[in-house]
């Protein structure tokens, strides 16, 4: 069975700095990737996916996932965040063929001062 | 994108008495839905795979009769808790698969999730 782990679990930033959330999964076949976003008080979002290409991924609100299949990484980035960027991010790996029920990091929570 | 509308959003309840969470999706058919908990600072724990029209798909360790599924329309998912006990207290979180997408390409749209609080 896959695993996925996001090594952050909590990160505070200041407005304008740069982000970068790490995700690593385990799993030897092909897999499709997510990156899923949870504001206060609001459902689970779909920020940005991969299933095949380039592996730079872009997504919404400037976010963008590179999948590094060497190292079983898919880390999302972005160059300067928002005080409306503090949420709840979780990564999700579904392996390819399978049963399109992905598996989830346990998140990491972002908090943006402004 | 396509939404998926969960209610209540919290709900309080005594303990014994049992709880329905509705879980639609609002403009597409979801032939498939699927139930998640998440516990406080914890990722998501996927409970059970609800698939219309045949009996729900539960994962180990999670008691079907005592998280009834049924998914008896392809807009509509329900789970209700029955007996609710505070250890039941908890954040529910509905998801619906959307397989009508170019590619054939997955994707599950999540409801905004319902708190349980058992008293």
């Known amino acids: 069975a896959q695993s996925v782990s996001q090594h952050n679990h909590h990160v505070i930033l200041s407005e304008a700095a740069s982000l970068e959330l790490g995700c690593n999964y385990s799993?030897?076949?092909?897999?499709?990737l997510f990156w899923y976003v949870q504001y206060p008080g609001q459902h689970l979002q779909l920020l940005l996916k991969y299933f095949s290409g380039d592996p730079l991924v872009k997504g919404i609100k400037g976010f963008e996932a590179e999948f590094i299949k060497s190292k079983f990484s898919f880390n999302l980035r972005k160059p300067s965040v928002q005080w409306s960027d503090t949420a709840e991010y979780f990564c999700?790996?579904?392996?390819?063929?399978?049963?399109?029920?992905?598996?989830f990091g346990r998140g990491t929570s972002l908090i943006v001062h402004p | 994108g396509a939404v998926v509308s969960q209610h209540p959003s919290w709900v309080i309840c005594k303990s014994g008495t049992s709880v329905k969470i509705e879980c639609r999706s609002l403009d597409f058919q979801a032939t498939t839905m699927f139930w998640y908990r998440q516990f406080p600072k914890q990722s998501l724990m996927l409970m059970a795979t609800s698939n219309e029209g045949s009996k729900a798909t539960y994962e180990q360790g999670v008691e079907k009769d005592k998280f009834l599924i049924n998914h008896a329309s392809l807009t509509l998912s329900t789970l209700t808790v029955t007996s609710a006990h505070p250890e039941d207290s908890s954040f529910y979180i509905c998801?619906?698969?959307?397989?009508?997408?170019?590619?054939?390409?997955?994707?599950?749209?999540f409801g905004a999730g319902t708190r349980l609080s058992v008293l």
């Open positions: 999700a790996v579904n392996p390819e063929g399978g049963s399109y029920i992905p598996t």
């Open positions: 998801s619906a698969r959307d397989p009508g997408l170019a590619g054939g390409v997955d994707i599950q749209y």
């Open positions: 799993y030897g076949g092909t897999v499709n």
